[in-house]
């Protein structure tokens, strides 16, 4: 295979993309991110981002950051189970835990990698994901890589969800974990997931209920706390998935719950066992 031909895939595939007005061009953002944004030489409104309380420019947490460089450097260089969990991390992951009202939080480098870490290691060959079918790519990613099997559910829709755990082979098994897989608030849309429905279903199938409040957090429930204190559901969801790279106007991720489930991840979630940690926490 020549240098020219071996590359030829990828070139028809672009040139596919362009045609069908699918490519993606990478604009180029040459100041803070604010509402006023300077991007390719131009201010422009932006009504695109994730800085929904606008901390991503708030120069009290530029401060913050800047002292925790002064103490710590630009990061641990190392995995999280070894060498890389510094003082800051675990304040971090107990003011979450307080702030989400769970027994703990693990935190991760992103959201997305917070569902690639979590979903495989809480499911895994032979059990049962039920997901909607509108859920996240970062969940999606996450099934597919637990080699669980999967069970989409129209969107919203529990009466459909409930029949499907019902027809499901295997699903009465007790030796098979189930896990029901929502966001919480989708992204697309805006619309919410109906969290108590999915909670009452959770409970009388005994499945795990985990949520993705990725969007949820800084805009639903008391202080932004998101779906689960929106619903006044606190104690009754397993897992909640947050991200700090949208409200929080930072980057990171992270996963709120019960102990048990926490420790389990810190033992075989495999971003925290085998990835650097972000530079420093927030």
Not at 84 to 105: N, P, Q, R, Y
Request: proline share 3%; hydrophobic share 40%.
């Amino acid at each position: 295979m020549t240098i020219q031909t071996k590359y030829k895939w990828f070139d028809d595939q672009l040139e596919t993309l362009e045609k069908e007005s699918l490519l993606i061009n990478i604009r180029e953002i040459q100041s803070s991110v604010r509402a006023v944004t300077k991007i390719n030489g131009k201010e422009v409104i932006n009504l695109c981002s994730n800085n929904y309380l606008g901390f991503a420019d708030n120069p009290e947490i530029g401060e913050s950051a800047k002292k925790a460089i002064d103490k710590y450097g630009v990061g641990p260089a190392a995995v999280r189970s070894i060498a890389g969990t510094t003082s800051l991390h675990l304040d971090l992951e107990k003011k979450l835990a307080k702030f989400k009202k769970v027994d703990a939080v693990i935190t991760y480098q992103s959201g997305f990698c917070a569902n690639l870490a979590v979903i495989p290691a809480v499911s895994g060959e032979g059990d049962l994901i039920f997901s909607d079918e509108l859920n996240h790519a970062s969940i999606i990613d996450g099934c597919r890589l637990s080699k669980a099997e999967v069970i989409r559910y129209g969107h919203l829709d529990t009466a459909d969800l409930e029949r499907k755990i019902k027809e499901t082979k295997r699903s009465s098994d007790q030796s098979v974990k189930r896990l029901i897989i929502t966001d919480g608030v989708f992204s697309m849309d805006g619309d919410i997931a109906p969290l108590p429905e999915l909670v009452k279903i959770a409970d009388k199938y005994n499945a795990i209920i985990m949520v993705d409040d990725a969007h949820g957090e800084g805009v639903l429930g008391k202080n932004g706390r998101g779906i689960v204190d929106h619903f006044n559901l606190h104690g009754k969801v397993d897992i909640e998935i947050g991200t700090m790279s949208k409200a929080f106007g930072v980057v990171g991720g992270f996963a709120a719950g019960k102990k048990v489930i926490i420790d389990w991840l810190c033992q075989r979630s495999r971003p925290f066992l085998f990835s650097s940690e972000r530079p420093f926490p927030m």
